[in-house]
């Protein structure tokens, strides 16, 4: 069938209350924090590469700053020139793509002489007494900063994980935990909680924060991202969800798509209907667990590479 060419967004209230308060008390800890800092390293989703990075522009100006566009996996980086060139344009000069998932990610090797060279290059580099250096990461929730770390240390100190990774955004809670991510030169980094600012500038970028996986999938409803997700797909023309759940053709009626995914995962519900001729058994489908499925196969990079920006 045909693709709607645009998605109304009816049903949504407001995106711009979620962990408000507790994100921008993180945020004015950071910021206070600054003064001890040499390099600020950012990390972002690069499905999302532009979108809602300017809650953090004012801290970034007073410091070298690194961009990491983390989960390169999962993008569809055909067009990494343009990319570049409108960061660029920006005024955001470093980036490094990575995957900080992967064991031995390439692209982790390069953060620490690209920002050793960075603290140096910079105006305010008086530290040639000191060898030890201070980094802060900082990122909007579920971006994969905890992920970064654990790579850095992984491959400069041969240790495990130092910052707990989860699959919601939220789980690191603790504002400015230091952990050393190197030996030579002695280098830390402050892990801190991802940060909001109070406004998302409209639905669509709160909807695709929320398709990342940055926002809580509850305050926003699964059924509301899965029917994005939908869209994004059929505009797109990444048709890998229809040979995954045996759809036959592409479709971009949600409640089609949901309770056929339903049907093919079992996820189904025999319950008893009183009619004119007596009891009958109907399925029912769970359309919830369906759309959780669609959801997570997307962020698995299951359903194949995509930008959402």
Known sequence: GS????????????????????FL????????????????????????????????NTSLAIKPHLL???KMDLAD????RRILSELEQQDIQNVLFADCRRQSDEYVKKIVPTVLELIEKSDRYHRSENWEFCLMVIGVPNVGKSSLINAMRRMYLKKGKASRVGGEPGIT???????????????????????????VENVEVGMKLALCGTILDHLV??????????????????????????????????????KKIAVNLGK????????GVGDVKVLI??????????????????????MLD
């Not at 693709?3 to 507790?22: D, E, M, Q, S």
């Not at 980086?77 to 990494?80: A, F, G, P, V, Y």
């Not at 189904?268 to 009619?275: P, V």
């Open 3 to 22: 693709c709607r060419p645009a998605l109304k967004f009816t049903g949504i209230v407001a995106l711009n209350v979620h962990f408000c308060i507790l």
């Open 25 to 56: 008390k993180g945020l004015r800890k950071m910021q206070s924090s600054l003064k001890k800092v040499d390099c600020i390293i950012e990390v972002h989703d690069a499905r999302i590469s532009f979108c809602y990075r300017t809650v953090f």
């Open 68 to 70: 990491v566009l983390n």
């Open 77 to 80: 980086l055909t067009n990494k």
């Open 173 to 199: 809670r603790a504002v400015l935990t230091k952990i050393q991510v190197c030996d030579r030169p002695l280098m830390y980094l402050l892990d801190t909680p991802g940060v909001f600012s109070p406004h």
């Open 221 to 258: 409803g699964e059924d509301v991202i899965a029917d994005y997700l939908l869209f994004t797909l059929n505009k797109q023309q990444k048709f890998d969800y229809v040979e995954r759940y045996q759809l036959g053709e592409p479709c971009d009626d949600i409640q089609m798509v949901l």
């Open 268 to 275: 189904t519900q025999k319950i008893k209907a009183l009619t």
């Open 285 to 306: 489908p769970n359309y919830t667990a369906a759309a959780y499925d669609f959801i997570r196969a997307f962020r698995k990079g299951e359903l194949g590479k995509v």
